[in-house]
């Protein structure tokens, strides 16, 4: 099996995915210097401006996180979280301080820039699946090769091996609505995948799923990550993060908290 893209992380609906650390999952095609960090944050800060008013979001947040790894970041409603996480997505940019991914600064960059770093080097999965209601699992699938002017033919392929990956080959033709929470959110996995990215960003992924459901969501994140991908993963649940090697704590926009888990669950063996 090894090699074989098309393996899938998930065998079936509600099954445990078994043995999946040698399933075949090719680890992402990037290279860096050993010493280099994935992600290096210095001084980081995020500010708000409402009106005269400058609120503080984030600040003096400087980590490095390695490919490899798999960080859950913690911390009550309002502490940072989301702005850490969009920061890390450049999806935003900070109010001073610095951002190194795979050893390129990625601070001062244009917009245009951003989202092309945003296309090759990560994949965002949110608590709302945040799918497109009008097209096909596949479609969805798709969207992320659109944007990088990939060819139908080789969008089509690509799409269908990231479905089979997460387990729903046979639902590409369905819409979200035809789908259950669970099948959304692998659509959503699914979709992070396509362009084979490095890195993984999830806000809180199992937020509006059942216990089961998020295990087996869960028990597919761990098994990307023993392929290589490294996750960074907002939740409020202490049994979510219990799946990670490393918890950081946030607490009025500073992390108050960065311990390794060393004995990480596995969601599989829950299931
Ligand atoms: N767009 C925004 N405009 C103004 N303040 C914001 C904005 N987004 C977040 N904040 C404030 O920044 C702080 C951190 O928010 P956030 O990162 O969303 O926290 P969390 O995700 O941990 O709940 C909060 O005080 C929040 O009210
Ligand atoms: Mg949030």
Redesign the pocket.
């Known amino acids: 099996m090894k090699g074989d893209a098309a393996a899938p992380l998930v065998k079936g609906e509600g099954t445990a995915p078994a043995a999946l650390k040698d399933e075949g999952v090719t680890p992402p095609p990037f290279t860096r210097h050993p010493a280099q960090s994935l992600i290096q944050v210095s001084d980081l800060a995020r500010h708000?401006q409402?009106g005269e008013v400058s609120?503080p979001?984030l600040q003096g947040v400087s980590l490095s996180i390695e490919q490899g790894e798999f960080v859950a970041v913690m911390?009550p409603?309002?502490?940072?979280?989301?702005?850490f996480m969009n920061l890390l997505g450049c999806l935003d940019v900070p109010s001073s301080g610095r951002y190194r991914l795979a050893g390129e600064d990625v601070t001062g960059l244009d917009p245009d820039q951003l989202a092309h770093i945003r296309n090759r080097r990560m994949g965002f999965v949110f608590q709302n699946f945040n799918l497109l209601s009008r097209a096909s699992a596949q479609e969805n699938v798709e969207l992320p090769l659109l944007y990088a002017n990939v060819p139908a033919a080789e969008r089509h392929r690509r799409a269908r091996e990231k479905l089979a990956k997460v387990g729903l080959a046979e639902r590409a033709q369905h819409r979200p609505m035809q789908l259950s929470g669970g099948q959304q959110q692998r659509v959503a996995i699914a979709r992070a995948l396509v362009n084979e990215p490095p890195l993984i960003l999830a806000d809180e992924p199992t937020g509006a799923l059942d216990t089961h459901t998020s295990l087996e969501l869960m028990a597919l994140l761990q098994a990307l990550n023993d392929s290589g991908i490294t996750l960074v993963l907002v939740t409020h649940e202490a049994d979510i993060a219990a799946f990670a090697k490393r918890v950081l704590l946030?607490r009025d926009?500073r992390v108050v908290e960065d311990r390794l888990n060393e004995t990480p669950q596995r969601a599989a063996e829950m299931l």
């Open positions: 708000y409402i609120v979001a911390g409603s309002g502490s940072g979280k989301s702005t946030f926009g």
